[in-house]
Nanobody, 115 residues
Framework: QVQLVESGGGLVQPGGSLRLSCAAS????????MGWYRQAPGKLREWVAS???????TYGDSVKGRFTISRDNAKNTVYLQMNSLKPEDTAHYYC?????????WGQGTQVTVSS
């Protein structure tokens, strides 16, 4: 079983930056992929970015060029650096872990972009 705990959310003005963290614990195995999703009120959950255990990254079109995903395998932690934030980035952000048949989700952290 894998547990994920997100942190780093908050209120930020448009154009500002935030850095989210997700710490994984439990039965962590190599060959996993970790990522971030977000869900705004009244909308479906949206994939934001993913990173494999070897560091290959992919991004959703809406965040490409503004967000950067990274990970520290020694700490079993994945990060999401969010720059040039827009009001439409406001959402609950969830961390995700996938390894073979195992999928885990964190409880999420709220990001609000508003002046």
């Amino acid at each position: 079983q894998v547990q994920l705990v997100e942190s780093g959310g908050g209120l930020v003005q448009p154009g500002g930056s935030l850095r989210l963290s997700c710490a994984a614990s439990g039965s962590i195995f190599s060959g996993n992929s970790m990522g971030w999703y977000r869900q705004a009120p009244g909308k479906l959950r949206e994939w934001v970015a993913s990173i494999t255990s070897t560091g290959t990254t992919t991004y959703g079109d809406s965040v490409k060029g503004r967000f950067t995903i990274s990970r520290d395998n020694a700490k079993n932690t994945v990060y999401l650096q969010m720059n040039s934030l827009k009001p439409e980035d406001t959402a609950h952000y969830y961390c995700n872990y996938v390894q073979y048949l195992t999928t885990a989700w964190g409880q999420g952290t709220q990001v609000t972009v508003s002046s």
